[in-house]
């Protein structure tokens, strides 16, 4: 089990960045992604990170955001820059040890407890 902790989340107003991070026991081998969810909606995956080096972004967010790793510190990022108040989520930090993710969550195994992301208008 890979056990992750998010940070960085926050309020900002729109056209303004944030930074999340997540710290990893381990980043070795796995996928490791960036979900969302607003109450009463599914989660959505944001960007995640194969085992390959793969990244994939959901539509919603590419040019916008950027998913980063350092596997040395065993840290993943979000780089969130021009953020838009439909933005406004938890967003959870997962990884997997499947050998392909994609965006679905039913392929992660581990999730974080999540970080608040607002973003007004």
């Known amino acids: 089990q890979v056990q992750l902790l998010e940070s960085g989340g926050g309020s900002v107003e729109a056209g303004g960045s944030l930074r999340l991070s997540c710290a990893a026991s381990?980043?070795?081998?796995?996928?490791m992604g960036w979900f969302r969810q607003t109450p009463g909606k599914e989660r959505e995956g944001v960007a995640v990170?194969?085992?390959?080096?793969?990244?994939r972004y959901a539509d919603s967010v590419k040019g916008r955001f950027t998913v980063s790793k350092d596997g040395a510190k065993k840290f993943l990022f979000l780089q969130m820059d021009s953020l838009k108040p439909e933005d406004t989520a938890l967003y959870y930090c997962?990884?997997?040890?499947?050998?392909?993710?994609?965006?679905?969550?039913?392929?992660?195994?581990?999730w974080g407890q999540g970080t608040q992301v607002t973003v007004s208008s």
């Open positions: 381990t980043i070795s081998r796995v996928c």
């Open positions: 997962a990884a997997s040890r499947n050998l392909d993710c994609g965006l679905r969550d039913l392929s992660f195994n581990d």
């Open positions: 990170i194969e085992r390959d080096g793969r990244k």
